[in-house]
């Protein structure tokens, strides 16, 4: 029903993998293979191509669905449904972010100090970067003279000899540290998305597809963030643990069979489950299970 591609490149294997945790466990004959299959009755074709390509062959019809960073679909500048973040990157849950660097002894330390410091070089900046027509509107935008180059990779290196400064993508920052480059402005804050073709997504039968496959990638993202804590406790001690354990609703409570005391239940934060547990245990509890999620659908 829905033909889907899927980026290459950076995000290939964290899409991948959020893919099989959903359930929908992309196949392919090799690793280099650009073709794919999904065994599921909702998708009949997959492809996995770049990124930056994502957003155009989606608008223009050729796949239905597709998965790419805001910061392409704004570089593209095409038509295309979002049907929301998905909160994952290359490395982490956080967004990326598309950035304005300088060399780190520069003493420039904002766009506009920037556009001053052009116009006094013959009024021209040197820009390099993967992002030409964002970064021409942007700089556009606060009237800095620049001369934008496309850049095919190692955007980084070319300060200062064959730019003034860059336009780059950063999840962590490390890349632009190690080459000496300070960050001065963010032009976007960008999230993985799903995406969908603006005539597929106005059909009924394809929108409902599209939006229960959303069900099941962004249930296994959610699930990454929390587990399940099972435990029991007494009668007496059972105000004490339900204290102190959050969870997404409140607790489930089951009375134990003989009446021996009580069966609790909750999903918390998984960054807490250190804290919470020998917390749980000073309270009373005992019996005490961490379980690991696949899922969880609000």
């Known amino acids: ?25 992309v196949v392919r004959s090799s690793e280099v293979d650009y073709r794919a299959a999904v065994d599921d009755p909702r998708i009949s074709e997959v492809r996995i191509l770049r990124p930056q390509e994502i957003p155009t062959y989606v608008a223009d019809g ?16 095409r038509d295309v449904v979002s049907l929301g973040p998905l909160r994952y990157s290359k490395e982490t849950a956080n967004p990326v972010r598309v950035v304005l660097a300088v060399p780190r ?39 800095v003279k620049a001369e934008v180059s496309l850049s095919h990779g190692a955007t ?6 064959i730019a003034d400064c860059v336009v780059e993508i950063t999840e962590t920052g490390r890349a632009l540290r190690a080459a ?19 005539e597929s997504a106005e059909d009924p039968t394809r929108r409902h597809a599209m939006e229960q496959l959303r069900t099941l990638l962004v249930g296994a993202l959610e699930a990454r963030e929390d587990v399940l804590v099972k435990l029991n406790v007494g009668a007496e001690q059972l105000d004490a643990v339900i204290e102190v354990l959050p969870s997404l609703r409140a607790p489930t409570v089951s009375e134990l069979f003989g ?32 379980l690991a999620l696949s899922k969880i659908v609000h």
Not at 156 to 161: I, L, M, R
């Open 1 to 25: 029903m829905l033909r889907l591609v899927l980026p290459k490149g950076s995000l290939e294997r964290a899409t991948l993998d959020l893919f099989a945790a959903a359930d929908l466990t």
């Open 62 to 77: 050729l796949f239905d669905l597709g998965i790419t960073g805001r910061d392409w679909i704004e570089e593209c500048g």
């Open 105 to 143: 002894d520069s003493p420039v330390s904002s766009v506009d100090e920037l556009a001053a410091s052009a116009s006094g070089r013959s009024g021209v900046l040197r820009v390099s970067t993967e992002y030409p027509e964002l970064t021409r509107r942007f700089l556009e935008e606060h009237q």
């Open 156 to 161: 980084e290196a070319k300060v200062p000899d």
């Open 180 to 198: 000496g480059l300070k960050v001065i402005e963010t032009l976007l804050v960008s999230h993985t998305e799903l995406v969908a073709n603006r």
């Open 259 to 290: 009446g021996g005391g009580f069966a609790v239940e909750a999903v918390v934060a998984k960054s807490e489950i250190n804290v919470l547990i020998p917390a749980l245990k000073d309270r009373g509890a005992t019996d005490i299970i961490e």
